[in-house]
């Protein structure tokens, strides 16, 4: 069973009561539990934490080796100015989808810059907390066509 790990950044808790015309009205665990059910439908085991510390996100980045196959975060204002947890992300050499509720390029000038979306396989940008859904999706994709990949290499002459 394919084991992807969700990440929340920073006050990503306050969905739903901060900035509601921009980031909408579904609190983090509507959010969590819209992933619940992504997860049972598609059989596979999603883990999801939230944390408001640079140095907590650094850390569960660092420990998902042998752990988690995928990594799915929304590092929030951390996106902007984190080398940190872009560093764990590449130390970690796990494939991770960015995702963010609001789409960050038709705000200001200072949020279309990432430091994650370059060691990311993609990012996905605007769509609520369908964000977190397609980034899930687009994981397991990419892990079960790197499994496909991988049997037709075995079985290979
Ligand atoms: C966000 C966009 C960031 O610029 C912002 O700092 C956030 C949320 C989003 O999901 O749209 O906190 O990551």
Known sequence: MFRILVLHGPNLNLLGIREP???GVQTLSDVN???GQLARREGIHVEVRQSNHEGELVTWIQET???????VINPAAYTHTSV??????VAAGLPT????????HRREQFRKRSYIAPVSLGQISGFGPMSYLLGIQAALDYL??????????????
């Open 21 to 23: 015309a921009m980031y």
């Open 33 to 35: 539990m819209a992933i």
């Open 65 to 71: 080796r042998g752990q988690f196959q995928a990594l």
């Open 84 to 89: 940190a947890i872009r560093d764990a992300i």
């Open 97 to 104: 989808v960015e995702v963010h509720l609001s789409n960050i």
């Open 144 to 157: 079960r066509m790197r499994e496909s990949d991988e049997r037709k290499e075995l079985k290979k002459p």
